[in-house]
C-alpha cells in the first residue's frame, strides 16, 4: 500500500478535487480511519505470515500518518482547511 493509493482514495472520497471549498480536518481524518481498516483487512487476508502481516500493517500506518499529515498541511497552506 502505498501513497498513490491513497491519493486516489482520497480524491475519490474528496470528488475527485473536485471540491473547490474548504475541507473540514474531521472529514479527512473519517477517510484516513476508513483507508486504515480497508488497509488493514487486505493484509489480515493475505497469504503472509502472521509476522508479516504485523510488519506490513505497521507501516501502512506510518505510511498513511504521514501522508494525511502532508495533505493537511497542503490544504492549511493553500487556506483549504476549515
Do not use: C
Amino acid at each position: 500500500m502505498g501513497e498513490q493509493y491513497f491519493k486516489g482514495v482520497l480524491a475519490a472520497y474528496l470528488g475527485a478535487n473536485f471540491v473547490n471549498g474548504p475541507v473540514s480536518e474531521w472529514q479527512i481524518d473519517v477517510i484516513k480511519e476508513d483507508i486504515s481498516r480497508f488497509s488493514e483487512a487486505m493484509i489480515e487476508h493475505s497469504q503472509l505470515t502472521y509476522q508479516e502481516k504485523e510488519n506490513q500493517k505497521h507501516q501502512m500506518k506510518q505510511s498513511l500518518e504521514a501522508y494525511i499529515h502532508g495533505v493537511k498541511d497542503e490544504l492549511r497552506v493553500k487556506g483549504r482547511l476549515a
